[in-house]
Every structure is written in C-alpha cells, then in structure tokens.
C-alpha cells in the first residue's frame, strides 16, 4: 500500500455561506467571544491527519474573519448549490489526495471523529 510508505496529502475543507436562507451570517456568529467559523477551524485543527484546512467561501466578510484567526481561504464561486459543491470547487486546485468535508456550522466537531474517519478510509484503501 503506498499510504504506508508516503503519507497523503490531506485537505479538510470548510465550507461556510453567508448567505443562507434559515440563517444568513452563520459561519460569523458569535459563540462564547468567537465567530462560529473559528470554534470548527480550531478544532479541526486539532485533527493530526489533516496536512491543511481551507475555510472555502463566497463571501469577503467570511474571508476577512477567517484571514484574521489564521485560516487559509478559498474564494469559491457563489452559485453553488451545496456546500460539497464548494468543497469540490476548493479542492480541484489542490494536490490533495484525500478531502474531508468539516461541516462549517459544527463548532463542537470532535476531532477524534475526523481522526477515525479518515485513519479508517486509509485503512480500506
């Protein structure tokens, strides 16, 4: 298996809209001093086999609060349907080999989850 001997290339992706219909400004609500956006980021962050994450978004204000906590930002077209659509737009400019879609209003996302699941896929590759 060549996963054994080269490690993959891991990209989390974070998917995050400003301009949803249920709850426009989501990913920038603020939870305990922070946006919502850093609470997933942070803790994703906190996953060992991710080797990069992406806040990947349509809007600037998402950006400038993504930017401003150290996050690195795709800017996405803003026509996408679904947030995998985003995520799919983010990654086609990576050389990632394995990406994982980190639901960007989950601010209490358990990094051992992304942890297992990835490590599991790897696995089964």
Do not use: Y
């Amino acid at each position: 298996m060549l996963f054994s001997i080269v490690p993959p290339l891991i990209l989390g992706v974070i998917p995050a809209r400003f301009a949803s219909t249920r709850f426009p400004g989501k990913p920038l609500a603020s939870i305990a001093g922070k946006p919502m956006i850093q609470h997933v980021w942070e803790r994703a962050s906190r996953a060992s086999c991710l080797s990069e994450i992406v806040v990947a978004t349509d809007d600037a204000r998402i950006a400038a609060a993504a930017a401003s906590f150290g996050a690195r930002v795709a800017m996405t077209r803003p026509e996408h349907e679904s947030g995998t659509d985003r995520v799919a737009e983010a990654a086609a400019s990576t050389a990632a080999e394995v990406i994982v879609n980190i639901q960007g209003d989950e601010p209490l996302i358990d990094p051992g989850a992304i942890q297992t699941a990835v490590l599991t896929l790897l696995d089964d590759a």
